[in-house]
């Protein structure tokens, strides 16, 4: 089992910055790979961004890409998502996701976090 606990989310005016933290606690020796997902009112779960935990690769939804960067502190188990330039349409509950074996697909999440972009 992996827990997952989100932290970060708050309030911030169009054109701030933001940054999300991701506690991993439990079989973090096992995560293969962590993202970021968000859901915004009355639209789909989306695919943020995600890296690979042992070597830091990471991939980025296009509209976010340039604008948000995904990291991990491996000693911390802590996984982070710096938000820049944000804008009204980043507005949505993040969560944060592991995954333990490549192409198994995100067995665990987050409660989730609220950020909200005000114009």
């Known amino acids: 089992q992996v827990q997952l606990v989100e932290s970060g989310g708050g309030l911030v005016q169009a054109g701030g910055p933001l940054r999300l933290s991701c506690a991993a606690s439990?079989?973090?020796?096992?995560?293969?790979?962590m993202g970021w997902f968000r859901q915004a009112p009355g639209k789909e779960h989306e695919f943020v961004g995600s890296i690979t935990w042992s070597g830091g690769s990471t991939f980025y939804k296009d509209s976010v890409l340039g604008r948000f960067f995904i990291s991990r502190d491996k000693a911390k188990n802590t996984m982070y998502l710096q938000m820049n330039s944000l804008k009204p349409e980043d507005t949505a509950v993040y969560y944060c996701a592991a995954e333990l074996s490549p192409g198994s697909g995100y067995d665990y999440w987050g409660q989730g976090t609220q950020v909200t972009v005000s114009s």
């Open positions: 439990g079989r973090t020796f096992d995560i293969y790979h």
